[in-house]
């Protein structure tokens, strides 16, 4: 069965840094991978998805993850983090022909001025 | 338009109603989703339809009843709900149900059983 672990429940950065949010995903099979944002009291937006298309995937508002199969990550990148990307991440994995997404447990970003 | 609508946005209920939240989207998907989503916490799944027929019971408790009336609606009904069922509901859509289609998730009815 496939799972996904995301590595630090809470990150913090300062404004205009990198932003890095780690997921690791185990699947059995080839995965579809994707990452969800999640603003306070609103639902899921879809930042980005990987389909085996490209290992790097380019996402809305900046956002971009590289897909390694050899360390099984899908890691997600921001060059310079701006206060509006204060949120809840998940990332998130299905595989062909299965019938639900599972999710990581998430991780807060907060952005220090 | 990728709009996945929800109705009520807030809903109040004492553990004795009968109460429903309504879904809507309007991009062809055929497959829809009920999650429930505590406080800091990923969404669990509930239901999921295909193609208007269920598919999928994650063993919910029967004060949950799903309904899919046509392709573009999903209600959930609630009876005799106790205050541990208190959340964010999420509804989501995807072309089909097949893993590599994105979910496309609505806003949320936030629940208050009291």
């Known amino acids: 069965a496939q799972s996904v672990t995301q590595l630090g429940s809470h990150v913090s950065v300062s404004e205009g840094a990198l932003v890095l949010l780690r997921c690791n995903y185990s699947s059995s099979v080839p995965p579809y991978l994707f990452w969800y944002v999640q603003y306070p009291n609103q639902g899921l937006q879809l930042l980005l998805k990987?389909?085996?298309?490209?290992?790097l995937v380019k996402g809305i508002n900046g956002f971009e993850a590289e897909f390694k199969k050899s360390e099984t990550s899908f890691h997600l990148t921001k060059p310079s983090a701006h206060m509006s990307d204060a949120a809840e991440y998940f990332c998130?994995?299905?595989?062909?022909?299965?019938?639900?997404?599972?999710f990581g447990q998430g991780t807060r970003l907060t952005i220090n001025p | 338009d990728t709009e996945v609508t929800q109705t009520p946005k807030h809903l109040v209920m004492g553990m004795t109603n009968k109460k429903s939240l309504k879904c809507e989207q309007h991009m062809g998907h055929r497959a829809m989703y009920w999650y429930k989503q505590k406080a800091k916490k990923p969404p669990e799944l509930m239901f999921v339809?295909?193609?208007?027929?269920?598919?999928i019971n994650e063993s919910v408790p029967s004060r949950f009843s799903p309904e899919c009336p046509n392709s573009s609606l999903l209600n959930l009904h609630l009876h005799a709900l106790q205050p541990e069922d208190s959340a964010l509901y999420l509804c989501?859509?995807?072309?089909?149900?097949?893993?590599?289609?994105?979910?496309?998730f609505g806003p949320g009815t936030r629940l208050t059983v009291t």
């Open positions: 989501a859509s995807s072309q089909t149900q097949t893993g590599s289609y994105e979910q496309y």
């Open positions: 998130a994995v299905s595989v062909q022909g299965a019938q639900k997404l599972v």
């Open positions: 339809y295909s193609y208007e027929k269920l598919s």
């Open positions: 990987y389909t085996s298309a490209a290992t």
